[in-house]
C-alpha cells in the first residue's frame, strides 16, 4: 500500500527565506508524486508533479521538487518565501493506476513572517 | 463560471438528521470524486465515479451515498447523520487519460457541522 509522511505539520520562514517542505513517501511500485496547495477556505490546487522523467520538476509560484529514489523522498523548495504563499501544502502519491487512488499526506502548514 | 462548484458550502445541522451535497463541473471530465477532510487536515478519498459508474469506494459507511445522474454532477447524500461526520467534503474532477498528469480539480469544499 501507498502512504506519505510530510514531516512539520507547521513550518514559519522569514519573508524572502528558503521554503521547504518534507515529503516522504513509501510505494510498492515506482510512483506518481504530487503537491498541492490549499489557501484558506479553498479547494486544492495542484503545484506540481513527479511522473517519469526528470527527477527535478518545476511548478506554479516559483516552487521546485526533487524526486529522490534513494531517500524516497520528494521535498518541496522555494528559494525565497512571499507572503501569497501562506497556506496548506499537502503531498500525494499514486502509484500509476489513474489518479483516483491518489493518497494525500496529512498536510504542513507554511506560514510566512513579515 | 467556477469549473468544480459545490453546494452548499455551509452545512449545520442534528444529529440523525439526512442531507446532500451537491457537485458540479463544467470542465467535461469523466471521473469525479469526493474526499473527505477532518478536522486535522487529514485528506482521504470516500467515492469516484468515471461516466457514471462506481469505480471506488473507500470502505464508507454505507449512510454515504452518491449518486451520479450524468458525468457532469456528483451528488453525496448523507443519512442518519452522526457527529463524526463533521469535516469538510470536497468535490474534485480529473480529465480523461489522466493517468499520467495526476490533476484533481477540487471545488471549494463543503463544511458540514453535526450538532
Known amino acids: 500500500a501507498q502512504s506519505v509522511t510530510q514531516l512539520g505539520s507547521h513550518v514559519s520562514v522569514s519573508e524572502g527565506a528558503l521554503v521547504l517542505l518534507r515529503c516522504n513517501y513509501s510505494?510498492?511500485?515506482?510512483?506518481?508524486l504530487f503537491w498541492y496547495v490549499q489557501y484558506p477556505n479553498q479547494g486544492l490546487q495542484l503545484l506540481l508533479k513527479?511522473?517519469?522523467?526528470?527527477?527535478l520538476v518545476k511548478g506554479i509560484n516559483g516552487f521546485e521538487a526533487e524526486f529522490k529514489k534513494s531517500e524516497t523522498s520528494f521535498h518541496l523548495t522555494k528559494p525565497s518565501a512571499h507572503m501569497s504563499d501562506a497556506a496548506e501544502y499537502f503531498c500525494?502519491?499514486?502509484?500509476?493506476?489513474?489518479?483516483?487512488?491518489?493518497?494525500f499526506g496529512t498536510g504542513t502548514r507554511l506560514t510566512i513572517i513579515p | 463560471d467556477t469549473a468544480v462548484s459545490q453546494t452548499p458550502k455551509y452545512l449545520v445541522t442534528q444529529m440523525g438528521n439526512d442531507k446532500s451535497i451537491k457537485c458540479e463541473q463544467n470542465?467535461?471530465?469523466?471521473?469525479m470524486y469526493w474526499y473527505k477532510q477532518d478536522s486535522k487536515k487529514f485528506l482521504k478519498i470516500m467515492f469516484s465515479?468515471?461516466?457514471?459508474?462506481?469505480?471506488i469506494n473507500e470502505t464508507v459507511p454505507n449512510r454515504f451515498s452518491p449518486k451520479s445522474p450524468d458525468k457532469a454532477h456528483l451528488n453525496l447524500h448523507i443519512n442518519s447523520l452522526e457527529l463524526g461526520d463533521s469535516a469538510v467534503y470536497f468535490c474534485?474532477?480529473?480529465?480523461?487519460?489522466?493517468?499520467?498528469?495526476?490533476?484533481?480539480?477540487f471545488g471549494e469544499g463543503s463544511r458540514l457541522t453535526v450538532l
Open positions: 470542465l467535461g471530465h469523466d471521473t
Open positions: 510505494s510498492s511500485v515506482p510512483p506518481y
Open positions: 465515479y468515471n461516466n457514471k459508474e462506481l469505480i
Open positions: 500525494a502519491v499514486s502509484e500509476g493506476f489513474g489518479n483516483e487512488k491518489l493518497t
Open positions: 474534485a474532477s480529473s480529465p480523461p487519460g489522466s493517468l499520467q498528469t495526476g490533476e484533481l480539480f
Open positions: 513527479y511522473t517519469t522523467g526528470a527527477t
